[in-house]
């Protein structure tokens, strides 16, 4: 016998930013972030996880090619969910799993990514998401969202945020064993499902300086980080939190915008620096900032885009509504058409709401 199952996780794209841990093992931040959970239809990971006696030992194929499982935070991620393991019982397919049984059996698992890997669209917390939630389900764990979004953080920070659809705080939590460092949903996909999510794919290559190694030379060599996760994010978790809930879009968006400048600047001040965007991102945050400007000169603060730069040079930008992403889509194709020759290859446009 063979049991399977298959799940799908979107990616999402925080609006407080994670940059920072405190614990590289457990992977604990240094502060509290935000996000926002994509709809499953556009940049999603989809995972089946399957077990059989026949199964000599566990394997894993990424994008239909074989990759090797011996990563530490894989491991750990698959040993805690071994723990936490059930019995599994279908008498139509005869398949009888007692939870010690678990401990033995091994796993094959496929998992494929609709979007570029390692390219600063958050593949990972898309991908350890999956791989958790799709586990979780195969052997049968009572844990709830938040509780396996613990898991999921322990592959990468970020991906315990994608547990939940709609808006996701990641408590950075106290303890020393990381227990209370898990996601909660701060508002649901319905909430506030005007918003439309543009990803300007400036460039889908591999990032040079990965998110993990990255995150680590900014704690040791920035004077800046610490005044931003002691001083900085506090203060606009709270704010970014009201701006949710009440759907502030003026103050979301230049929460989101600052944010995402002051994480750039800590990756400036990191030494060696570390540049994320490059000439593209900089000419659509300068133009986006213009238009910006102008929203809020001609109709009394009136904002209507948001933009945010993750660990690549790709554009993420926020529309208030599907109108404003329309003409803000025919606006970037003019400023920026995309050419064979420049590195500016497509776009993607998703709804935010899970
Ligand atoms: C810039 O979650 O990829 O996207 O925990 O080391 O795997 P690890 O890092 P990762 O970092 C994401 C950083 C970010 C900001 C964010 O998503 O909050």
Sequence with gaps: WVSMVTARTPTNIAVIKYWGKRDETLILPINDSISVTLDPNHLCTTTTVSVSPSFDQDRMWLNGKEISLQGGRFQSCLREIRARAQDVEDEKKGIKIKKEDWQNLHLHIASYNNFPTAAGLASSAAGLACLVFSLAKLMNLKEDNSQLSAIARQGSGSACRSLYGGFVKWIMGKEDNGSDSLAVQLADEKHWDELVIIIAVVSARQKETSSTSGMRDTVETSALIQHRAKEVVP????????????????????????????????????????????????????????????????????????????????????????????????????????????????????????
Excluded: W
């Design 235 to 354: 203060k606009r978790i709270i704010q970014m939190e009201d701006a949710i809930q009440k759907r502030d879009f003026p103050s979301f968006a230049r929460l989101a915008c600052t944010d995402s400048n002051q994480f750039h600047a800590v990756c400036l001040d990191t030494y060696p620096p570390i540049f994320y965007m490059n000439d593209t991102s900089h000419r659509q945050d300068n133009q986006l900032c213009r238009e910006m400007e102008s929203c809020r000169r001609n109709t009394s603060d009136n904002v209507q885009v948001a933009y945010t730069f993750d660990a690549g040079p790709n554009a993420v930008m926020i529309a208030r509504n599907r109108k404003t992403a329309a003409l803000l889509l025919q606006r970037l194709l003019y400023n920026f058409p995309p050419q064979s020759d420049t590195d500016l290859d497509s776009y993607i446009i998703g709804d935010k709401s899970i």
